[in-house]
Every structure is written in C-alpha cells, then in structure tokens.
C-alpha cells in the first residue's frame, strides 16, 4: 500500500533533549516536506526537500534540521526542542515538486515540557 | 500569497449534495485551486484541483467561477465518511517549496 508513515506518533518529552521524528515514504517521491500544524494558524511548512542531499526551508524552519540521504526518509530532528514546538507535525510527499498532489502522514503529536 | 476565505463550519445529511464554496477574489491567472480534506486524527488529503474548467473525479466535483474569483467543491452524496475539515488552497506553481497554504477551512458535519 502507498504511504507515508510517521513514528512516533505521539511523543512527550522535556525542553532541550533531542529527539528525531523519522518519515517514510513508499512512492519512490523525489518531493517531501514537514508540516506543523496549530489551532488557529493552520499548517505552515517547516522544511522541505526536493531529492535527496537538496533540503531547504519553509515558513518556520528556526529549532528544526532535517537531512536527506535517501529517496524514501525525510527524518525531522529537534536538537534542543522548547514548549513552543508542541505540535502537530505531518510530513508529506509528492512524486515531484510540480505534482499537484501531495501525500500526508498520520501525524506526530509532539509536547514538550 | 493569494488567500481564500470560507464558511467556518457547514451542516449536511447523509445521502445528500453538499456544496463547500470557496472565495478567492485575489488569485492570480497562474494559481490553481486545491481541495484537501482532513478526517479527524488523520494527515490532510489531496481531494480535487482545477485551473479553469470544472473538474470531476472519484471523490467529488470542482465548479470554478468564470470570474475564478470564487469555487465550489461538490460533493455528490454525502457519507458519515466525509465529515472532516475542508481546505481550499491557491496553489502558486512559482512557489519554489511546493508549499501548500492551509487557512482554517470549512468543518464539514454530516448528520445520519
């Protein structure tokens, strides 16, 4: 089945200890992104990458990293996460940049304390 | 960015048409039109596109303004299963990030 898998799903943990928040994608995509979303302020993107070894930022790229050594994974790290990253993060994928639909993840519900 | 504007939230029944509208006064003539939906507790998903032309596929219909200043997605019967948020998105093919612009959308409520 193609998809797009997050892990973990949910997540809690405390200000400073990092953490990784990995992606997987089946599709063969050259295009994938993280989102976060918040009440109030929709989803803005937080980085993307449009093959592998070429990322670049979104809207909020501050307090995040992200790398992209294969096609399939798009691994979203939080080197010293703080409260204000509790959120929910969806990573997406799409065959290419141009592709006018986009594949999303379940989710991760990240809060930090 | 061009924004789109929508109802907060709309009430329908099951079996019946819904039709979700979309205002958009400000797109430009490259922009296309995005429908995404999200189920609750799920990621957002790709629903339907459209430049000009109205647009049909599996999962409903598309209606663009002559204008294209406004749109209307058309769900044909609605199910319990289409109770969800739906996202109207004016997609910017300049846009180097692909980068799509979610606002607060329409919260669709589907009553047995």
């Known amino acids: 089945e193609a998809q797009v898998t997050q892990n973990p799903r949910y997540l809690i943990t405390v200000t400073g200890k990092k953490l990784t928040v990995t992606c997987s994608q089946n599709m063969n995509h050259e295009y994938m992104s993280w989102y976060r979303q918040d009440p109030g302020l929709g989803l803005r993107q937080i980085y993307y990458s449009m093959n592998v070894e070429v990322t670049d930022k979104g809207d909020v790229p501050e307090g995040y990293k992200v790398s992209r050594k294969e096609k399939r994974n798009f691994p979203l790290i939080l080197e010293s996460p703080s409260p204000n990253q509790t959120s929910l993060y969806f990573c997406a994928s799409s065959l290419s940049r141009d592709a006018y639909e986009q594949y999303f993840g379940p989710g991760t519900r990240l809060t930090v304390t | 960015d061009a924004k789109t504007t929508q109802p907060n939230s709309m009430e329908s029944n099951e079996e019946e048409p819904v039709h979700l509208p979309c205002n958009h006064s400000t797109i430009s003539g490259t922009d296309y039109i995005h429908w995404y939906r999200q189920l609750p507790s799920q990621g957002p998903e790709y629903v339907i596109h459209?430049?000009?032309s109205n647009v049909n596929n599996r999962m409903a219909s598309l209606a663009i303004a002559e204008d294209r200043k406004s749109s209307t997605l058309i769900l044909h019967r609605a199910t319990l299963r289409d109770a969800a948020v739906y996202y109207c998105?004016?997609?910017?093919?300049?846009?180097?990030?692909?980068?799509?612009?979610f606002g607060g959308g329409t919260r669709l409520m589907v009553k047995p």
């Open positions: 459209g430049l000009t």
């Open positions: 998105i004016l997609r910017d093919w300049g846009n180097a990030g692909n980068m799509l612009t």
